[in-house]
């Protein structure tokens, strides 16, 4: 099993939609999460992160961990099409987000005008 | 904004030829790391570092790679005698800390091997 899964998509929606980005992960050690966007040919970019199981909002974004689950999510609100990027998730086991880091292989979304 | 910076954005190198790649981290940053990208696949770890050595590394960063803070500001990857499966996206980055602090990500370098 990978240490870290994600659904390459690609995903496409309205404008304006709610987007859910979601990864399931194996390694229980996990307590550091983090959501990264990376456009084409650029640098990941962090979005969020999260210490353990809760929830973390940030304007339009919403960050969710279920660690009982191993589930991670990333909620976009009335999306934009300057939304439309490839999302990233990313854990560590080290309460650091600095150290090294697993990235889910990335979902490719795009939001329609 | 600070940034980390990387040059070049692309190289090309004939397969067994040794290759630096180069990297400005942002300047109070005291963290350091690089990470690849095969085209198609994961952002892979590969070593970060710290006080002038090494901390960790991935079993990716296997003889053939080194890395170097030859002068304070710049921190290079070397890859000694490339092969086609290095052809790859290579980030740069760095972080103020090690400890609950964001990593700041190059625009990266694409390598080409041939």
């Known amino acids: 099993q990978k240490e870290v899964e994600q659904d390459p998509g690609p995903l496409s929606v309205p404008e304006g939609a709610i987007v859910s980005l979601n990864c399931t992960y194996s390694?229980?050690?996990?307590?550091?999460f983090m959501w990264y966007r990376q456009y084409s040919r650029k640098g990941p970019e962090l979005l969020m992160y999260?210490?353990?199981?809760g929830n973390k909002e940030d304007g339009r974004f919403t960050a969710q961990v279920d660690k009982s689950s191993k589930y991670i999510s990333l909620f976009i609100r009335d999306s934009q099409p300057s939304d439309s990027a490839t999302y990233l998730c990313?854990?560590?086991?080290?309460?650091?987000?600095?150290?090294?880091?697993?990235f889910g292989s990335g979902t490719r979304l795009s939001i329609r005008p | 904004e600070p940034e980390v910076t990387q040059t070049p954005s692309h190289q090309v190198t004939q397969m067994g030829q040794e290759v630096i790649l180069r990297c400005v981290p942002i300047?109070?940053?005291?963290?350091f790391y690089w990470y690849r990208q095969i085209l198609g696949q994961k952002v892979e770890f590969l070593v970060s570092?710290?006080?002038?050595?090494?901390?960790?590394k991935s079993e990716i960063f296997d003889d053939q790679f080194s890395v170097e803070r030859p002068d304070g500001s710049n921190f290079t990857l070397k890859i000694r005698s490339t092969k086609l499966e290095d052809s790859a996206m290579y980030f740069c980055?760095?972080?103020?800390?090690?400890?609950?602090?964001?990593?700041?990500f190059g625009q990266g370098t694409r390598l080409t091997v041939v």
């Open positions: 980055a760095s972080s103020a800390a090690k400890v609950n602090t964001e990593a700041f």
């Open positions: 300047s109070n940053h005291l963290y």
């Open positions: 570092f710290y006080n002038n050595e090494i901390s960790e």
């Open positions: 990313a854990m560590s086991a080290s309460w650091s987000s600095a150290s090294k880091i697993i």
């Open positions: 390694n229980s050690a996990f307590q550091y």
């Open positions: 999260t210490y353990s199981s």
